[in-house]
């Protein structure tokens, strides 16, 4: 029941993070970092941004481009 319950929830976080809207929270939460936090943002902060931004820009495999149909030419 709880493996349930997990599982629609990540399903339903990851439906949000498929919305521009996600891109306006990374991009609200550097803004956020820089402003705040300003010396713990080096390489290591810089390398965690750029990897939630990665994850919001790939696709995932139910989006993949489906393959195109090979006939025979004599067929």
Request: hydrophobic content about 45%.
């Amino acid at each position: 029941m709880a493996t349930l319950q997990l599982r629609e929830a990540l399903t339903k976080v990851g439906t949000l993070t498929s919305r521009p809207a996600a891109f306006l929270i990374l991009g609200g939460y550097t803004v956020s970092w820089f402003v705040f936090e300003r010396e713990t943002l080096d390489w290591h902060g810089v390398a965690t941004l750029v990897t939630w931004a990665m994850t919001l820009l790939s696709k995932g495999p139910s989006i993949a481009t489906p393959k195109p149909c090979r006939r025979n030419w004599m067929s």
